[in-house]
């Protein structure tokens, strides 16, 4: 399994796929393909190439987790120059990457609160939301340094 980021250029390689034949350098020199069977194949240009020399496996388009999948299941085929071929799955897995900043909803708060309210009183509920998922996703809260900051306490995690 392989992991590009979210965002991953066109022309970057992720795996190598390699595969070894047994018989000798007349039948044993292997070409590469990505086989068909899968619905990526349609896309025009397909998500992924791959080097028939190497079996370098790349990206022939911008890949953006946010817009499409977060995971392919490619076939890759190795061929021997005697006909005889072998296939195996690769399967990549898109990481996310923190390309997003938390936004508040609403994006502008008021709240009143009484001169008699005890400490520890809730005034109100701030709510940012980050649509980048795992790690990046998670928002946290600080208050910002000013006159009346030292009046109030917030829960950074919520």
């Given at each position: 399994?392989?992991?590009?980021p979210?965002?991953?250029?066109?022309?970057?390689?992720?795996?190598?796929?390699?595969a070894?034949?047994?018989?000798?350098?007349?039948?044993?020199?292997?070409?590469?393909?990505?086989?068909?069977?899968?619905?990526?194949?349609?896309?025009?240009?397909?998500?992924?190439?791959?080097?028939?020399?190497?079996?370098?496996?790349?990206?022939?388009?911008?890949?953006?987790?946010?817009?499409?999948?977060?995971?392919?299941d490619?076939?890759?085929?190795?061929?021997?120059?005697?006909?005889?071929?072998?296939?195996?799955?690769?399967?990549?897995?898109?990481?996310?990457?923190?390309?997003?900043?938390?936004?508040?909803?609403?994006?502008?708060?008021a709240?009143?609160?009484?001169?008699?309210?005890?400490?520890?009183?809730?005034?109100?509920?701030?709510?940012?939301?980050?649509?980048?998922?795992?790690?990046?996703?998670?928002?946290?809260?600080?208050?910002?340094?000013?006159?009346?900051?030292?009046?109030?306490?917030?829960?950074?995690?919520?």
């Amino acid at each position: 399994m392989s992991s590009p980021p979210k965002t991953f250029r066109p022309f970057n390689c992720v795996p190598q796929v390699v595969a070894t034949d047994a018989d000798g350098p007349d039948f044993g020199a292997l070409r590469y393909s990505l086989s068909d069977g899968f619905d990526w194949k349609d896309l025009h240009p397909p998500l992924f190439h791959i080097n028939a020399d190497t079996g370098e496996v790349c990206v022939s388009q911008d890949i953006d987790r946010d817009t499409g999948q977060t995971s392919h299941d490619i076939l890759v085929k190795a061929v021997d120059q005697g006909g005889l071929s072998a296939q195996t799955y690769v399967h990549i897995e898109v990481e996310d990457v923190n390309d997003h900043a938390p936004v508040f909803n609403p994006q502008r708060y008021a709240a009143s609160v009484s001169s008699h309210a005890p400490p520890d009183t809730e005034v109100l509920t701030a709510v940012a939301t980050d649509p980048d998922s795992g790690r990046y996703g998670r928002v946290t809260y600080e208050l910002l340094p000013s006159d009346l900051s030292g009046l109030f306490t917030l829960d950074g995690d919520t």
